[in-house]
């Protein structure tokens, strides 16, 4: 099923915050986090794993509560380099090799001067 | 992060006929590759599970003997459509994984199918 991301878009202006949510209805066991630019194929950002750790690369953070099986991703005095579409992929359990992610519906960020 | 390729880029094809797309894991070896489609706006939609050495597993809806993966090697999966349709037109992108849990997919460049 389908992890749900909120909000589905959000316009911010150069050096403004961002929360962005991503909520399953499983139990997860990691939490994937990508940004895709238009016309181009998503790049990874961080994982997170179950354990509740947050992460942070540059400005950007996340974190993972998996009693609330929810993840959140955390724009910190956005740059205009930060908009694109971020989509949360989830995983539901380790599995030796080959675990697909389920991907939630993304969220249009838009960073203006 | 690792690198995965894709080819071709895009391509425009007549209908009836068929494309094949590569997918190259380039410096590390893919136990996994994944096939997604994505139409304008939308998620990333898996169409695939692909394994070196075994026969892919398509998510439900798929058509197996229309869209044909081939995984041949650790470091190469092929999509063929096979007697493409206009409502075949779209974005396809792969991507690969080295091992679950720890690890992360990583995406190709996409390749974009227009089926005139």
């Known amino acids: 099923q389908q992890p749900v991301q909120s909000p589905q878009a959000v316009i911010l202006r150069e050096g403004e915050d961002a929360v962005i949510n991503c909520s399953s209805s499983k139990a997860l066991y990691s939490v994937h986090w990508y940004r895709q630019k238009h016309g181009e194929a998503p790049v990874f950002l961080m994982i997170?794993?179950?354990?509740?750790e947050q992460k942070g690369h540059d400005k950007i953070s996340a974190s993972f509560n998996e009693k609330k099986q929810q993840s959140s991703l955390y724009l910190t005095a956005s740059q205009l380099s930060y908009s694109g579409t971020y989509f949360c992929?989830?995983?539901?359990?380790?599995?030796?090799?080959?675990?697909?992610?389920?991907f939630g519906g993304g969220t249009r960020v838009l960073v203006k001067p | 992060g690792a690198v995965v390729s894709q080819h071709p880029s895009w391509v425009i094809c007549k209908s009836g006929t068929s494309v094949k797309i590569e997918c190259r894991s380039l410096d590390f070896q893919a136990t996994t590759m994944f096939w997604y489609r994505q139409f304008p706006k939308q998620s990333l939609m898996l169409m695939a599970t692909?394994?070196?050495?075994?026969?892919?597993?398509?998510e439900q809806g798929v058509e197996k003997d229309k869209f044909l993966i081939n995984h041949a090697s650790l470091t190469l999966s092929t999509l063929t459509v096979t007697s493409a349709h206009p409502e075949d037109s779209s974005f396809y992108i792969c991507?690969?994984?080295?091992?679950?849990?720890?690890?992360?997919?990583?995406f190709g460049p996409g390749t974009r199918l227009l089926v005139l």
């Open positions: 692909s394994n070196e050495g075994s026969k892919a597993t398509y």
């Open positions: 997170l794993l179950k354990g509740g």
């Open positions: 991507s690969a994984r080295y091992a679950s849990g720890r690890e992360t997919q990583y």
């Open positions: 992929g989830t995983e539901g359990s380790f599995k030796a090799a080959g675990n697909k992610l389920t």
